[in-house]
């Protein structure tokens, strides 16, 4: 009886001891994408490994891709396994991607336009925004940013004729520094940033 009771007992033990291992892992893997005071998770992690680019415009291949630095719409296409892009022009396959970059595939007149990503999509995947063309909407979409903000950054903004450095925000009278330093990684401004 006692022998069964002790077998028991380190059974339970090894599957405590394998449980609690694995929930650390799995906590470890998950806190690697959450941070706790406002950096945006994917930007900082791909700005200087790669870069993060969306495609639309061709019905079956679309989505978002991690793809190196220096990556052209040729590598995309690759990527996506578009196997009939010999019709595409050189010059449009060859042209670099950035960060935050849509590109639009039409396959009827073989061309590639290439335009900003959408603020929501860029917030999502943690990109920052260009605080000289964001909308009252896209501005409530940051974290710390209420409409009453979002409306007074707008009007300083207009008032100036946009804003040239993102610590601009600073002289505005409901931008305190503890909001200021959870917003600030959520902006950008498009003249300084790669």
Do not use: W
Request: charged share 25%; aromatic share 10%.
């Amino acid at each position: 009886m006692k022998k069964k009771i002790l077998v028991m007992r380190q059974i339970y033990g090894a599957v405590g001891i394998v449980a609690a291992v694995v929930f650390g892992y799995a906590v470890r893997d998950i806190l690697q994408y959450v941070r706790f005071f406002g950096t945006p998770v994917i930007c900082s992690e791909y700005e200087t490994s790669g870069i993060i680019v969306g495609l639309t415009g061709d019905e079956n291949h679309g989505g978002f891709y991690f793809l190196p630095q220096k990556a052209t719409v040729y590598d995309l296409f690759r990527k996506e396994g578009l196997r009939d892009f010999t019709e595409f022009r050189e010059s449009d396959l060859a042209t670099a991607l950035h960060s935050g970059d849509r590109v639009v595939c039409d396959r009827i007149r073989y061309r590639v336009t290439i335009g900003d990503m959408a603020i929501p999509a860029r917030l999502a995947l943690g990109m920052p925004i260009d605080l000289n063309v964001a909308t009252l909407e896209d501005l409530l979409l940051i974290p710390g940013i209420g409409r009453k903000t979002a409306s007074e950054i707008i009007k300083v903004r207009e008032g100036e004729g946009g804003f040239s450095r993102v610590d601009s925000l600073k002289r505005i009278d409901c931008m305190g520094e503890k909001r200021y330093d959870r917003v600030k990684d959520y902006l950008y401004i498009k003249s300084s940033y790669p």
